[in-house]
């Protein structure tokens, strides 16, 4: 697949993104061994996954876990970054995507094969992520990005420290008042 006249969206250095992590680890881990969707494998990059908002990060992370427990959303953090230089994505959300054959399924079908082809003919193409519809969001409101670095390592020498904090009681109201999540208090 060509994508040299693929629709592209510039995500500007300024523009705040956000990403949840397990707190004893770093934001920056850049998967590239095909559990995600957007793995460009074979290709010496990997993805790293963020949202526009901290809810899309949310449904990003505990996706159909709807009753949660306590330990597991303590054990989070959410960083909220601006990487300081613009970054051009392929840009899934776009209608002008239709015409290379790409359908919402690109981003929401559970065989991860054609959206990682699609990942490694973005790379070829120099973008440096790609920009999609977070899949368990049924209203299609929340917009994920994969960022694509290293293969496999700790970017963050490379990518710019962001604000990170626990995970709000804000976002854990706004998940279980949108979706329905659940918390569970330890015992």
Same mark, same amino acid.
């Given at each position: ?79 909220? !970054? ?7 994505? $392929? ?5 002008? @995507? +239709?015409?290379? &054959?790409?359908? *919402? ?24 992520? !790609? ?7 049924? $209203? ?5 990005? @994969? +960022?694509?670095? &290293?293969?496999? *390592? ?34």
């Amino acid at each position: 697949m060509k994508l040299d006249r693929f629709p592209r969206r510039t995500l500007r250095g300024d523009r705040k993104i956000y990403r949840i992590h397990q707190t004893d680890r770093s934001p920056w881990r850049f998967s590239a061994d095909g559990s995600g969707r957007f793995n460009p494998v074979g290709t010496g990059r990997g993805a790293c996954y963020l949202a526009e908002r901290p809810l899309g990060s949310w449904v990003e992370v505990f996706r159909k876990t709807m009753l949660l427990p306590e330990a597991e959303v303590r054990n989070r953090s959410l960083m909220s !970054v601006q990487l300081g230089r613009d970054v051009r994505l $392929a840009d899934l959300t776009s209608r002008r @995507a +239709l015409s290379f &054959g790409v359908t *919402a399924s690109l981003g929401a079908d559970q065989d991860y094969e054609r959206s990682q082809a699609f990942a490694v003919h973005a790379v070829e193409e120099g973008f440096g992520g !790609v920009r999609y519809l977070v899949r368990h969001d049924t $209203a299609q409101k929340l917009f994920g990005i @994969a +960022l694509f670095g &290293g293969a496999g *390592a700790d970017e963050s020498d490379a990518w710019p420290s962001g604000d990170e904090e626990p995970l709000s009681l804000e976002l854990v109201s706004e998940a279980h008042r949108r979706f329905g999540y659940r918390v569970l208090p330890t015992p």
